[in-house]
C-alpha cells in the first residue's frame, strides 16, 4: 500500500494563479481532509469529506475548492492563489470520520506551496 | 473554545537523554487525546491515543500519560535516539463533535 499520496511536493505559484494540489490513498478510507500547516500554528483543517460526493467546509474554507468523485481522490483548488495561502498543505484520510471515538488520521507527505 | 496548548515550545536533549513533552487542554466533554510524531518534511504518524479511562499507555521507548481531572497529558521519551528529533503535536477530540483540536507541537532536537 502506498498510502496517502500527494503531487507535486514543490508547487510556487503567482498571486491569481490557480492550481490543483492532488491527493490519493489506495485504503479504502471513506473519511479524508486537507489541512495546512503554517509556522507557529497548529494544522488548520480547509475542507473534509465524508464519502465520496459528500464534502463540506472546515476552520479555513475561504479561497479552497474541494471535489470527491471517488473515495480513492480528494483534490484541493485554489481558485486564485494569494500570498496568504502560502503554507504546507497535508492531505489525511481515516476509516471514519473524527466523530470515531478511535480514528486515526494518516497523513500524506505534503505540498509546500509558495505564492509570489 | 476549545484549546490545546503544547509545551515546551522547543526543546534541545542529547542522545541518550530522557524528556517529558506536555500538553493542556480545554475541550469539553472530553473523548480522546492522541500524540503525533512529525519529522521534518513529513505528515504526523499517530503514536498513541489515551482515552478517558486510560492513564498511561507505552509504545517502546514513548510513554504517555493523561489526567482527565487536570486536563493534562505528557509524553515520556526514554533514552532518546536521534531519529526522535521531530515535532511531536497532540491532537484532543471533544466527545460529540466531528472536529479535532490541534496543538502547535513542540519541536525535539537530539544532539549527539
Known amino acids: 500500500n502506498a498510502g496517502v499520496t500527494q503531487t507535486p511536493k514543490f508547487q510556487v505559484l503567482k498571486t491569481g494563479q490557480s492550481m490543483t494540489l492532488q491527493c490519493a490513498q489506495d485504503?479504502?478510507?471513506?473519511?479524508m481532509s486537507w489541512y495546512r500547516q503554517d509556522p507557529g500554528m497548529g494544522l488548520r483543517l480547509i475542507h473534509y469529506?465524508?464519502?465520496?460526493?459528500?464534502?463540506d467546509q472546515g476552520e479555513v474554507p475561504n479561497g479552497y475548492n474541494v471535489s470527491r468523485s471517488t473515495t480513492e481522490d480528494f483534490p484541493l483548488r485554489l481558485l486564485s492563489a494569494a500570498p496568504s495561502q502560502t503554507s504546507v498543505y497535508f492531505c489525511?484520510?481515516?476509516?471514519?470520520?473524527?466523530?470515531?471515538?478511535?480514528?486515526?488520521?494518516?497523513f500524506g507527505p505534503g505540498t509546500r506551496l509558495t505564492v509570489l | 473554545k476549545n484549546q490545546v496548548e503544547q509545551s515546551p515550545q522547543s526543546l534541545i536533549i542529547l542522545e541518550g537523554k530522557n524528556c517529558t513533552l506536555q500538553?493542556?487542554?480545554?475541550?469539553?466533554?472530553?473523548?480522546?487525546l492522541r500524540w503525533y510524531k512529525q519529522d521534518t518534511g513529513r505528515g504526523p504518524v499517530s503514536l498513541t491515543i489515551?482515552?478517558?479511562?486510560?492513564n498511561t499507555k507505552s509504545n517502546g521507548r514513548y510513554t504517555a500519560t493523561l489526567d482527565a481531572d487536570t486536563k493534562q497529558s505528557s509524553l515520556h521519551i526514554t533514552a532518546s535516539q536521534l531519529s526522535d528529533s521531530a515535532s511531536y503535536i497532540c491532537?484532543?477530540?471533544?466527545?460529540?463533535?466531528?472536529?479535532?483540536?490541534f496543538g502547535k507541537g513542540t519541536m525535539l532536537l537530539v544532539s549527539p
Open positions: 489525511a484520510s481515516s476509516p471514519f470520520g473524527p466523530a470515531s471515538s478511535y480514528n486515526e488520521q494518516f
Open positions: 485504503m479504502n478510507h471513506e473519511y
Open positions: 469529506s465524508v464519502g465520496a460526493g459528500i464534502t
Open positions: 500538553c493542556n487542554y480545554t475541550v469539553s466533554p472530553f473523548s480522546n
Open positions: 489515551m482515552t478517558f479511562s486510560e
Open positions: 491532537v484532543v477530540r471533544a466527545s460529540g463533535y466531528s472536529t479535532l483540536t
